[in-house]
């Protein structure tokens, strides 16, 4: 398989000659692709075959050979050590190809660089320092390399981040590189070394607690990314750099590749940092199992110890590769190498939540977390539910301290994963969460999990799959709720309007009709009836919202047609801020059972401008919604307008720039053609822009506006709670208070490229130094994030 | 302890003659391998609208850039609510229920339609394959929700595929259409 098909082809016609080189092209993808997977020969063999041909190949692919190369050395961080391996074999074979190869490394980590892809860079460092082990790169240069990226660490008035990140991109290599580096360069590493010693002892941390997935230390700290590598590479050193878990193939080639010329690396100067450059953000390292959870099988290595790091790094990398597609990557992860002597299932499930609960957001969407989980189970139905299950109980049992955000997505998850498992789960292991405070964590772990349930199934499934002892943490039944409906109601105010509205509505009424009938509906808050008719009138919003939503009520499309038949009038009856906030609270009393109606009628009146973001938000923070201020479902309403604000902000920026770059285009045409007619178009044009850049203005303005409204809000509540404890002597750390000043943090990290943006109003305006300490912290965390 | 928790179930559930399809997942990055591009399903299934009034190419061409999926093995109980709660978990827009054309209930079918190509490509390769009410969701590209196109175009009302089956199924009425006397 392996012999070059170059060498078969004979003397091609033109046409066939570039379908036969596309052909080739693609053929030697598939070999560098695929090289190191399961295979009947040995992983030696296939290496030296694949050398084989593609020095043959050289002569006449070898641009795309140095593409594929650099590419796979990008994008499949996980095999490493046999690209490296392979390139180390042809750069025996053909010093030139070496050096060139060297040479396209450097480009391409330089543009990885300038385009803020920090984390492929990495894996490009990587691969260079293994390059030392493959005789292809002389460790002194290597070394020269190192030390430019520590003296990073000396440059003032630049991001934390941009130093943390070169002395990453140093720490993280040593794992492959660190023995033969120091072998040959000891005095010089050492200098590196105290070099970064100092400068982590110096940078400062004040980041950490908002990105921690638990507050508390036991049973196992959440490291911050840079001490925890730290303390690994420490201990490494501290083993002579022995280190035994890396798949090494270019051992078995050892007296190949000695003979090799080595190339030095060319002085490597970081690039400098920029106004736009954007750095990653740091990290803590999510620890959930250790060597106690697994007396059986092989012992898990320790948080401190190389092996944890390495293992780690491979089982994230398989997951950057193959996320898109779940089945590739559950079968890549279980056959990872080396299996037999790790607890593997622990390690992967432990990565999976990593990524997961990953603050501010998982790599990936949430939902191909949930999908990846199930698929292992299938792949490994013996042995991967087990350890799953094991997790979840875990997860569970430290709820008390797990932040809220975090907690969320808990619960989605485990929502959607029973649901694919018919929801069998032995619910009576938690009944200790029975006993205890409704609002502390986990019984509103186990609240917010069988609502979520019920979502994806029906009411009374879910009271028929916990025992009786959980029925007080069953959600509601989702119906809908009329105050007109029953004939006590007869007494209220607005009754019969009610009655003539429902009538109307059967029979088809249009907007005018609804109109008339409301007109003789009184004013509770005024003395007089107001002649024009139509300001704020919370009785008429009462009946007319209570009485179409409860005709609408059999399903979203029958609620979502309602709005829009009636548009006019809701939006009539909503013009003002009292009347959206008075809509939006009585279609919360009317839909009070059924939280996911009440998010996507949120969702169609911002869409449909009947009420406005801010609205929603004010809404949010409203006494009438204080009793459920804890519950999921209004999180995901705030996120959820606060997404729409920021779409809606980016879609009109988009046009503004369309509108721009046509005119440049246009001006460039009529200083290519000299016609007349242009000016005419350019006024057009020229106008179009005037209004989007008063429409971007007005958009930006009302963003910004909504982040106020929404951080005064907080701040106001929180204040309100702290100086109460303070008077009565009693403790700030209720279960609501944590569960309000996180859900703080969360407005910052989830938002956070958005809020960067008006740092200096929020310092100036509502993060002031006289404000509570506790409530500062959080904003000094996040500004610290990206300091 | 926990035994027998997160396994097996999903054999329980029905499986759909037809096979998910998905289209190849497009990159975001530059100069990526096909191999990361490589999708088990990523052929378009040979399911076709064979009232598309245009050639297989625009046909297909439309399929490649939709953000508009049907699914057409659900379960006749299976409520607007419960597809919409899944498929937000990647950005829905909107959802169109298939309907019985004489009788006007639920069918078995539906469109799921989403605001743009990534979060439909999400629900695609992530909600495919999994269980809703347990029935394997399969999904299909389509070109765009069609004013008409929520109602049966079976004989007798409900979906083509239910005249002929011949087999039971609780969640779809019972016999096909065709076997019922």
Redo the contacts between chains.
């Keep these: 398989i392996y012999r070059s098909k170059h060498m078969e082809s004979g003397q091609p016609h033109k046409r066939r000659k570039t379908s036969d080189a596309n052909e080739t092209e693609?053929h030697l993808?598939?070999l560098i692709?695929?090289v190191g997977e399961k295979s009947a020969c040995s992983l030696e063999s296939n290496l030296e075959g694949l050398a084989g041909v593609l020095e043959a190949d050289l002569p006449n692919y070898k641009s795309k050979i140095l593409?594929l190369l650099c590419?796979?050395a990008r994008?499949?961080p996980e095999k490493l050590t046999i690209y490296t391996t392979l390139v180390g074999l042809l750069n025996a074979r053909n010093y030139n190809f070496g050096g060139e190869f060297v040479e396209a490394m450097i480009r391409q980590l330089k543009e990885s660089l300038k385009a803020n892809n920090y984390n492929e860079a990495v894996y490009l460092v990587r691969f260079l320092s293994d390059l030392v082990n493959c005789h292809v790169i002389a460790a002194p240069s290597m070394v020269a390399m190192f030390e430019n990226f520590v003296s990073v660490t000396q440059e003032e008035d630049v991001p934390q981040v941009r130093r943390d990140w070169y002395v990453y991109a140093f720490l993280s290599s040593l794992p492959w590189v660190g023995k033969e580096l120091y072998e040959k360069k000891d005095a010089e590493m050492d200098r590196i070394f105290a070099n970064t010693e100092s400068y982590l002892k110096r940078r400062q941390k004040t980041h950490v607690p908002m990105l921690q997935v638990w507050t508390a230390d036991k049973p196992h700290p959440q490291e911050e990314y840079l001490d925890c590598l730290w303390a690994q590479i420490q201990k490494l050193k501290k083993d002579r750099w022995q280190e035994r878990h890396i798949l090494r193939p270019y051992l078995a080639f050892d007296s190949i590749l000695c003979e090799a010329l080595q190339h030095n690396l060319p002085p490597f100067t970081p690039p400098p940092h920029t106004e736009d450059s954007v750095y990653p953000m740091p990290r803590v390292i999510f620890r959930m199992f250790d060597y106690t959870d697994d007396p059986e099988g092989p012992v898990m290595p320790g948080s401190h110890s190389v092996e944890r790091f390495v293992i780690e790094e491979n089982l994230h990398c398989i997951i950057k590769?193959?996320w898109?597609?779940?089945?590739?990557c559950a079968a890549q992860l279980v056959s990872y190498p080396g299996k037999n002597k790790i607890p593997l299932n622990y390690h992967i499930v432990e990565v999976i939540f990593a990524e997961l609960f990953q603050l501010p957001a998982p790599p990936h969407?949430?939902?191909?977390y949930?999908?990846l989980l199930?698929e292992l189970?299938?792949l490994q139905?013996g042995s991967l539910?087990?350890v799953?299950?094991?997790a979840t109980?875990m997860l569970y049992m430290r709820l008390d301290t797990m932040n809220t955000t975090c907690v969320d997505r808990f619960i989605?998850w485990f929502s959607?994963?029973l649901?694919?498992?018919?929801f069998?789960?032995?619910w009576e292991?938690w009944s200790d969460c029975l006993s205890q405070d409704p609002e502390s964590p986990k019984p509103k772990f186990v609240r917010e999990v069988l609502e979520?349930c019920m979502?994806?199934?029906y009411h009374q499934r879910i009271l028929d799959i916990v025992p009786p002892t959980f029925s007080a943490l069953c959600p509601a039944n989702p119906t809908c709720i009329y105050k007109y409906g029953d004939e006590s109601s007869n007494s209220l105010p607005g009754h019969s309007v009610a009655l003539c509205l429902a009538v109307a509505f059967k029979s088809k009424a249009t907007n005018d009709e609804i109109f008339s009938i409301l007109k003789d509906v009184p004013n509770p808050n005024q003395d007089d009836d107001d002649d024009e008719g139509f300001s704020f009138n919370p009785l008429k919003i009462e009946v007319f919202v209570q009485t179409l939503l409860h005709l609408a009520a059999k399903?979203?499309?029958h609620s979502f047609s309602a709005l829009a038949k009636f548009h006019e009038v809701f939006k009539t009856l909503a013009e003002s801020d009292e009347g959206k906030l008075h809509v939006l609270r009585v279609m919360f009393e009317v839909w009070r059972n059924h939280p996911?109606?009440i998010a996507?009628l949120v969702d169609k009146m911002i869409r449909t401008q009947i009420v406005d973001c801010a609205a929603v938000a004010n809404w949010i923070f409203s006494s009438e919604l204080s009793r459920d201020f804890t519950r999921l479902f209004v999180w995901e309403i705030l996120h959820s307008t606060i997404r729409k604000m920021n779409k809606h902000v980016l879609k009109i920026q988009k046009e503004l720039e369309e509108a721009k770059e046509k005119l440049a285009r246009q001006h460039k045409r009529r200083s290519d053609d000299d016609d007349r007619s242009s000016d005419r178009k350019d006024g057009v044009l020229e106008e179009q822009i005037e209004r989007l850049q008063e429409k971007v203005e007005s958009a930006q303005s009302e963003q910004k506006n909504l982040f106020l409204v929404i951080f005064q809000r907080f701040i106001m509540i929180l204040t309100e709670h702290l100086v109460r404890c303070e008077t009565d002597g009693t403790s700030v750390l209720t279960p609501w208070y944590k569960n309000c000043i996180e859900r703080l943090q969360q407005i910052f990290l989830q938002h956070h490229q958005i809020i960067q943006q008006y740092m200096v109003t929020l310092e100036n305006l509502l993060f002031t130094a006289e404000l509570d300490p506790h409530i500062l912290a959080v904003f000094q965390q996040f500004c610290a994030l990206q300091a | 302890m926990?035994l027998?928790?997160?396994?097996?179930?999903?054999t329980?559930a029905k499986l759909d003659r037809k096979r998910p399809s998905a289209c190849c997942?497009t990159s975001t990055?530059s100069?990526?391998?096909?191999?990361?591009c490589?999708?088990?399903v990523s052929e378009l299934s040979c399911c076709r609208d064979h009232q598309f009034s245009g050639s297989k190419f625009q046909q297909e061409k439309l399929l490649k850039e939709s953000s508009t999926m049907s699914m057409r093995n659900l379960s006749f109980y299976t409520?607007?609510?419960?597809i919409?709660?899944?498929f937000s978990?990647?950005g829905i827009k909107t959802?169109f229920?298939g309907l019985d054309k004489i009788k006007k209930t639920a069918c078995g079918f539906c469109f799921v339609e989403y605001h743009n190509r990534t979060d439909a490509e999400?629900a695609m390769?992530?909600?495919n394959?999994?269980?809703?009410?347990?029935w394997i969701i399969c999904t299909d590209w389509d070109i765009g929700f069609r004013e008409g196109q929520q109602y049966g175009r079976g004989k007798s009302g409900g979906q083509v595929r239910d005249e002929f089956r011949e087999d039971f199924h609780s969640g779809r009425g019972g016999f096909g259409r065709q076997s019922q006397i």
């Design positions: 693609d993808e598939s692709c695929k593409r590419t796979v994008l499949l590769s193959h898109k597609e779940r089945k590739t969407i949430d939902v191909m949930t999908t199930i189970c299938k139905p539910p087990q799953l299950a094991q109980e989605n959607h994963h649901s694919n498992f018919q069998r789960w032995s292991d979520k979502r994806l199934s399903s979203f499309s996911q109606m996507v | 926990i027998m928790v997160f396994s097996g179930s999903v329980a997942p990055i100069k990526d391998l096909k191999i990361l490589k999708d088990p409520t607007e609510e419960k919409h709660e899944l978990r990647s959802i229920m999400n390769w992530f909600l394959g999994t269980c809703l009410d347990e």
